[in-house]
């Protein structure tokens, strides 16, 4: 894996919908394996881990989800995920990586495509793999690559999917701990929720709905 560079860095002041507001300071890359245009955001006063002694840096590695970040769609629990992800990292000092795989890394058109899928009853996995796509096409070496530029050599990872800690290790990552989200469940994404716990292991304890 070849290493990225730091490009440009910028303080932004963030507001959420809520009103909850933090200062962030973005980060572009350049020389990142797939050309993309992924953003870190520096939240937090906390140093970064750059040692191995050192404590784990909190870190959320999230896929852009225009529908659910900016629209504030109900049909998954992305927005949610990111507004909580946000006061987390910025409560102790960390990172927020945003990476540009829209619809686990098939774009947005293909996305809506299978939405229109699951409509006709596909699950999200189902829906993708019947577009001729993997079921989750997303990969992780750019993040790996804006950490090492960043300096952060060990961190706790903000997720409930195993498969972000199994990539990142794989890319050289030290994962000390994984921290789960919390359960963003309404009436319509509870299919979808379920679906993630059955068919890609993620932690989530469902309650009923």
Do not use: W
Request: proline letters at 3%; hydrophobic letters at 40%.
């Amino acid at each position: 894996m070849r290493p990225a560079a730091i490009r440009t860095q910028v303080d932004i002041p963030l507001r959420f919908g809520d009103g909850f507001a933090a200062r962030a300071r973005a980060f572009t890359f350049d020389g990142l394996v797939d050309g993309g245009e992924h953003l870190a955001f520096r939240l937090g006063e906390r140093r970064l881990a750059s040692r191995r002694d050192d404590a784990p840096t909190l870190v959320r590695v999230h896929s852009e989800c225009l529908t659910g970040d900016v629209f504030g769609s109900d049909r998954c629990d992305c927005g949610p995920q990111l507004r909580e992800s946000v006061e987390r990292v910025a409560a102790v000092g960390g990172l927020l990586l945003y990476l540009r795989q829209e619809g686990r890394g098939i774009g947005l058109y293909a996305k809506l495509d299978a939405y229109a899928l699951q409509d006709e009853g596909l699950d999200t996995y189902d829906a993708n793999l019947a577009l001729g796509f993997g079921a989750d096409e997303r990969d992780y070496t750019v993040a790996a690559q804006m950490l090492g530029a960043l300096g952060v050599g060990r961190v706790a990872l903000l997720t409930n999917n195993p498969d972000k800690v199994e990539q990142l290790r794989a890319l050289g990552v030290e994962v000390a701990a994984r921290v789960p989200t919390g359960v963003h469940l309404n009436e319509t994404n509870a299919a979808y929720l379920a679906t993630k716990v059955r068919r890609q292991r993620h932690d989530l304890e469902l309650p009923a709905i």
